[in-house]
């Protein structure tokens, strides 16, 4: 009772956001408020899209650089019978590493490397840099945020895989608090038609 709740409206706007999570999210915070005395307000959380890309530019990023010491001598499964380091590294990377840590080294690696690190990945950090100083403005007057954890509900097997990178475009409502070091938590407030859980994400400062 008398908590000031800020409802992220950029996120009900978001291109692929499904009418069922809008609606039993919506359902929740109108529950906040009537029956347990919140105050609901609407705040803006602007470009959501450029703050996702930001976050995987900066997530993969720090993967490469972090895998690239499994090279098969120093970390990693050593590999037995490699005449060199090159193969070594070849073939821990080859056999250890499954298709989706391959992929984020690879678009990791692509970020820093020459010519791309400017247009890329120091871009992304005044990008999160800008994102704490948004935040900050936004809890000056709420106490809390709220939105939908995803779009959609789960995947059904083997739809991740399908979709490739277009996947990461799913975590565009939970990578801001991440990309800012907030706390948040994802809370079942509903089920879709099929009865997957539908999340209530809920931010802190």
Excluded at 83 to 96: D, F, H, N
């Amino acid at each position: 009772k008398g908590l000031r709740i800020g409802v992220i409206k950029e996120a009900f706007q978001a291109k692929n956001l499904s009418n069922e999570v809008a609606s039993a999210v919506k359902e929740s915070t109108d529950a906040m408020e009537r029956k347990l005395g919140a105050e609901i307000v609407d705040v803006s959380l602007t470009d959501l899209k450029a703050k996702c890309a930001a976050y995987y530019i900066n997530a993969l990023s720090e993967a490469s650089a972090n895998l690239a010491r499994y090279d098969g001598v120093r970390y990693g499964k050593r590999g037995v019978g490699s005449t060199s380091m090159k193969v070594a590294s070849r073939r821990i990377r080859s056999e250890e590493f499954g298709d989706e840590v391959r992929q984020r080294i690879l678009v990791g690696t692509f970020s820093l490397s020459a010519g791309y690190s400017d247009k890329y990945y120091n871009k992304a950090m005044a990008i999160r840099r800008n994102l704490s100083q948004e935040f900050k403005k936004i809890f000056s007057g709420v106490d809390v945020l709220v939105c939908p954890s995803s779009p959609t509900t789960a995947y059904k097997l083997g739809d991740y895989f399908k979709k490739g990178v277009k996947s990461y475009e799913d975590d565009l409502l939970t990578v801001p608090a991440s990309l800012a070091g907030l706390p948040a938590i994802s809370l079942p407030c509903g089920t879709d038609q099929a009865g997957m859980p539908i999340g209530l994400q809920i931010i802190g400062n």
